[in-house]
């Protein structure tokens, strides 16, 4: 059936209003968009991870009058100054939709990253095969094809990378990439439940499901040690993880981080420098990719 999409122009100091509004209007969904266009960084604990200005957009079923919906927003919200805007969005079948959208990809000179349904461009290369759904990584995110062209650069099955750790995983795409590319095992590590098993089915579909495992934080061994260690998330984590992570690289080892903005290098590179030579920062878009070689 077609929805209808209401969309909120709002500042921080009514996003609130807003929500309860929609949501007490019959919204089936709520959804934040930056009116800028600016990435959302990682919150402190306490706060609120939001922009100064957003569109809030709710979807209503088709039963509801697009007018009276229109008025009944106007008068809860008559004392904010609003911009509304009310769309017809038409129903499909989402699934396929990303489907479609889903394209191989390659990854420096080996690497493709293919979706399941269709047939590798290059059946001699190193065809990743992926079908994660929507809610963990296909590549496709500037930070995620950095870390895998790094791979891809890197990894032999002489290259001395055998143990990996992922740390942050989500749908396991590093750690796979580094398995087909030549590296043993790989342990893979998220808070998600969810992006554990989508890992594990990944793993599956590649054929490597036993050389991969999966732990949530806290579960790892405190002193096994990886000749690689990946950590694609977000800077003020890394921060935080640099003792964490140094601990998990032996003397020599490599450590690749990403999920970093250009701005926020040079504070990660500060937090990870006492335990490892940072010798690399690449870049694509406003994000980089950080490396280095654990000292002895």
């Excluded at 701005?263 to 990660?268: D, I, K, L, M």
Aim: some cysteine.
């Amino acid at each position: 059936m077609p929805w209808l999409q209401v969309s909120v122009a709002a500042t921080d100091s009514n996003y609130q209003r807003v929500e309860d509004t929609l949501l007490s209007l019959g919204a089936q969904s709520i959804t934040f968009r930056d009116a800028a266009d600016n990435p959302i960084l990682e919150p402190q604990p306490g706060e609120t991870p939001l922009w100064k200005n957003a569109i809030i957009t709710g979807l209503f079923d088709d039963q509801q009058e697009m007018e009276t919906l229109r008025e009944q927003l106007q008068r809860q919200l008559e004392n904010v100054h609003l911009d509304i805007s009310i769309t017809i969005l038409a129903d499909q079948d989402w699934t396929r939709a990303w489907m479609d959208g889903f394209k191989p990809m390659q990854f420096g000179q080996r690497l493709w990253v293919c979706p399941r349904h269709l047939e590798p461009p290059d059946p001699s290369a190193i065809n990743l095969r992926l079908d994660p759904g929507m809610a963990f990584g296909t590549g496709t995110h500037p930070t995620t094809s950095l870390c895998l062209g790094w791979l891809d650069a890197h990894i032999t099955s002489t290259s001395g990378h055998q143990q990996v750790l992922d740390f942050g995983c989500g749908s396991g795409i590093l750690a796979i990439a580094a398995l087909l590319l030549g590296a043993r095992h790989a342990d893979c590590v998220d808070i998600d439940e969810q992006a554990l098993q989508a890992t594990l089915d990944n793993a599956a579909t590649n054929h490597v499901v036993d050389s991969i495992s999966v732990y949530m934080p806290g579960e790892l061994e405190p002193d096994i040690q990886y000749q690689l260690v990946l950590a694609n998330i977000l800077s003020g984590p890394l921060t935080q993880l640099a003792p964490t992570l140094a601990r998990y690289c032996s003397p020599g080892s490599d450590i690749v981080l990403s999920g970093i903005l250009a701005n926020q290098a040079e504070s990660v590179c500060l937090a990870y420098q006492t335990y490892f030579d940072m010798h690399s920062t690449e870049k694509r878009d406003d994000w980089v990719l950080l490396s280095g070689k654990r000292k002895a």
